[in-house]
């Protein structure tokens, strides 16, 4: 298990391929450990190496045949690969009472992108989720832009980086006025955190103020020098 969350971390920091590695390892001592096969089967489904993607997940759906992350992935794989049916049909084998949170997050995702906002709801409203979770999910919302149920999700949130995605949020919106003030408030109690230099840089990009856009961007390249996606924000302000 170690070895997973040890994949899980390098795969959250961009290290792909270190983290593939990890979950490799993982598989020599022990050929059939589900979780391990999971997170590889969900690194090359996103790095859109469906063959390998569909490999792993058949070697774990031989050790664990009613696995519901397992089902829910081969699900997703089928949408990426624009097998609608087949999609469904993997959908109909889950039994959603006995879903995990992580399980429940993969399968709101996945109904959100086969337009089934309405199910996506309903699955949410089920869910016990603590903070960390909420805001987990909230992010992953935001990514597909389903934005109302996002706000939803944060409000009980208080930490700096929930009130970092609530003003992407409004940005998304173009709720400008909104936004700004959100990354300003957090900017205020911890001038360090560089992505909220960053994210109101964006916005302020967004809504016309090119040089006040600059003087974020350099703020949030400052806190951070190496950031790529800092540095090509700034060249396009």
Known sequence: QAGVLLGKT???????EAAVSSWREVLDAYPDFVPALAALAEARMIQGDFLAAENYLQRGLRRESENPTLIIMKARLAF???????????????????????????LVELLILLDLDGEARKLIARLRLENRERFELANTLVTLGSYEEAKKLLQP?????AQVLRGRVH???LQFDQAKPAFQAVIKVN???????????QTLMDS??????????LKALELQPRNVNVLYKLGQA
Not at 91 to 101: A, E, F, H, M
């Open 10 to 16: 390098l795969q959250g920091s961009g290290r792909w």
């Open 80 to 106: 990426e690969r624009r097998q609608i049916e087949e999609c469904f049909s993997e959908l109909q084998k889950l039994n959603i009472d006995t879903l995990d949170n992580p399980a429940a997050f993969k």
């Open 157 to 161: 949130l208080t930490s700096i980086s």
């Open 171 to 173: 940005a998304s919106q």
């Open 191 to 201: 001038p360090a955190y560089w992505p909220a230099w960053y994210y109101l840089g």
């Open 208 to 217: 016309g103020e090119a040089a006040e856009a600059i003087q974020a961007f």
